[in-house]
């Protein structure tokens, strides 16, 4: 079946610009996961979302940073006047409710955001 | 959730064995050890988890020491296919549980 899906895959943005960037989970999955990835560096959690719920939002960097999955299925992360150091892998992943232990994360291929 | 450590690179010849060692001194009780794996240009890829006991699935094994403060990722016949970043990560169950990534180990496995 299909994965999890992102796009676009790349986006170069001049400083100041605001940008969406779109994440459509596996069917069904309840859970889902907005992570940065930095050059060089593991991905860093950003976001959780219950169905529609944001449920933490302990990692977004500042308030420039807002996610939204209003009908619990596609979410998206927008960045408003972006910065240089915004420039990343922006990677979503998507979990089945499920309470084995066995809950693992499925993530999207990332969309490479630049920002000149 | 627990810190790990994990060494920043390691090589493997082909067809060899490959040891990814991961110290989790801290670790709890309630917590798991994940490995997922990086190829690059990719989103993170799961491959195995455990508790306490070892485990094995089609792509690895996985072995806990008894205290629990280490384990090692064994890929049996490692392939140029296999060349990516390896993540150690400990955490608590549950569906809203966030993954706690390091910058993990480069495994380059060569001819």
């Known amino acids: 079946g299909a994965g999890v899906s992102q796009s676009p895959r790349y986006k170069v943005a001049k400083r100041g610009q605001d940008v969406a960037l779109r994440c459509d989970p596996i069917s069904g999955h309840v859970s889902l996961f907005w992570y940065q990835q930095a050059l060089g560096q593991g991905p860093e959690f950003l976001t959780y979302f219950q169905n529609e719920a944001q449920l933490d939002k302990s990692g977004l960097p500042s308030d420039r940073f807002f996610a939204e999955r209003p009908e619990g299925s596609v979410s998206t992360l927008k960045i408003q006047r972006t910065q240089q150091e915004d420039s990343a892998v922006y990677l979503c992943?998507?979990?089945?409710?499920?309470?084995?232990?066995?809950?693992?994360?499925?993530f999207g291929p990332g969309t490479r955001l630049t920002v000149l | 959730d627990a810190k790990t450590t994990q060494p920043p690179s390691m090589d493997c010849a082909e067809g060899r064995a490959a040891n990814l060692p991961c110290n989790h001194s801290?670790?709890?009780?309630?917590?798991?050890v994940y490995w997922y794996r990086q190829i690059h240009s990719q989103g993170p890829q799961y491959i195995i988890h455990g508790l306490k006991n070892n485990e094995t699935n089609e792509m690895a094994s996985l072995i806990i020491t008894e205290d629990r403060k280490s384990s090692t990722l064994i890929l049996p016949h490692a392939t140029l296919r296999d060349t990516a970043v390896y993540y150690c990560?400990?955490?608590?169950?549950?569906?809203?549980?966030?993954?706690?990534f390091g910058t993990g180990t480069q495994l380059k496995v060569e001819l």
């Open positions: 990560i400990v955490r608590a169950t549950g569906g809203g549980n966030k993954l706690t």
């Open positions: 801290t670790i709890s009780g309630n917590e798991y």
């Open positions: 992943a998507s979990s089945p409710r499920t309470s084995r232990p066995s809950n693992e994360q499925f």
